[in-house]
């Protein structure tokens, strides 16, 4: 089925960033693709037009109740002058799993799928080909009904933005430090933490301020029950190497099921690393950093990729893993997966869509 999406080409096109200066999700590209939600009409409409400012009634119910929820995924271009994307599919079916927890309208996949597609080629010129670069793709959906009330809105836009960027951290792919957050806590499993809704950013803004105004880059969120259970970091899934294994918190409920996570489970475990997905106790990783066996820490996630985690801060005490360099296994998944993604790599799990007139 093809759906159709009219494009209004901008007459004033911005110059381009130099793709050594990117950092991430400063520029924005000149197009993006808006639709609108309305009762009775459904999602309709859908559009790319010049990328523009957007008005909005001071009373919509994004602005005050905070329904909202988006997504995150990217768009390489290959030696050859390819453009892929990189398992756009599970990103929209997250965008309705957040949805339904939102109680926003979900959105048929098909045509979310044909509209990501559209919106990268319309802008394919501002692709980076850097190593380390890409186009960051932002879908995102707000609540747009003018009504002070709480409840669902009536009215909803969807919107895609899209972004030339480099590594999320300024240390690049070198290895960051992360504090261990023991007041605040992020989310609990019944919540919103497994949803990709703004108000878990929010809710982690303070404790990341203080982190940040210590010297560390984020902060390692712990179960807000026991505050003893390992959950996720600001931005990206957590992995360990104890021993000959790897580990990582399994899906809670309060915890993002990140498109990386997956990718790199799968990876591990096609490459016979023995993997576990259950829970994690930071007591469990302070053991296995005194007894030696803490041998890697790294996080996964879309903007992130794969970092490396050079130290982590617990009460006081500073655990420095891997000598503070990227680790060989993180190393090896950061090289494979960011080959895959760029064409470098074969693509033996069938995660690259390519893009293409038409
Ligand atoms: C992503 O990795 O795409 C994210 O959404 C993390 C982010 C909040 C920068």
């Not at 420095?320 to 296994?329: D, K, P, Q, R, V």
Request: no cysteine; charged share 20%; hydrophobic share 40%.
């Amino acid at each position: 089925m093809t759906f159709e999406i009219p494009v209004e080409r901008t007459l004033q096109p911005k110059t381009k960033p130099a793709e050594d200066k990117l950092g991430f999700g400063k520029y924005f590209t000149d197009h993006m693709l808006i639709m609108d939600y309305e009762e009775g009409a459904g999602w309709h409409a859908p559009r790319i037009i010049p990328y523009q400012p957007i008005t909005l009634d001071p009373a919509a119910k994004v602005f005050h109740y905070g329904q909202t929820v988006f997504e995150g995924l990217k768009a390489y271009r290959t030696a050859d002058d390819k453009v892929l994307m990189f398992r756009p599919q599970m990103n929209l079916s997250r965008l309705n799993a957040s949805n339904r927890r939102l109680s926003i309208p979900e959105i048929d996949e098909a045509l979310a799928l044909e509209a990501l597609k559209k919106t990268v080629w319309a802008d394919r010129d501002w692709i980076p080909a850097a190593p380390g670069t890409s186009l960051y793709v932002r879908p995102f959906i707000i609540a747009t009904e003018p009504l002070l009330g709480v409840s669902p809105s009536l009215k909803y836009r969807f919107m895609i933005i899209m972004s030339p960027v480099g590594a999320y951290y300024s240390e690049g792919i070198n290895p960051v430090s992360i504090h261990v957050e023991a007041e605040y806590v992020r989310a609990v499993a019944g919540g919103v933490g497994e949803a990709k809704t703004a108000g878990n950013y929010a809710a982690g803004l303070k404790a990341q301020q203080e982190a940040s105004g210590r010297g560390y880059s984020q902060v390692l969120w712990l179960d807000g029950v026991h505050r003893e259970y390992i959950e996720e970091v600001g931005s990206m899934n957590v992995f360990f190497r104890i021993g000959d294994r790897v580990v990582t918190p399994a899906l809670n409920g309060s915890l993002l099921a990140g498109v990386t996570r997956d990718s790199v489970l799968k990876l591990l475990r096609h490459w016979g690393v023995p993997v576990e997905e259950r829970a994690v106790s930071i007591t469990e990783i302070a053991d296995a950093h005194r007894d030696g066996t803490l041998h890697e820490a790294f996080g996964t996630g879309t903007a992130a990729v794969v970092s490396p985690i050079g130290e982590l801060s617990w009460q006081g005490e500073a655990m420095t893993i891997g000598g503070g360099w990227m680790g060989e296994l993180a190393q090896r998944l950061y090289d494979t997966l960011t080959g895959i993604q760029t064409g470098r790599l074969a693509d033996e799990f069938g995660w690259r869509v390519e893009l293409g007139e038409g």
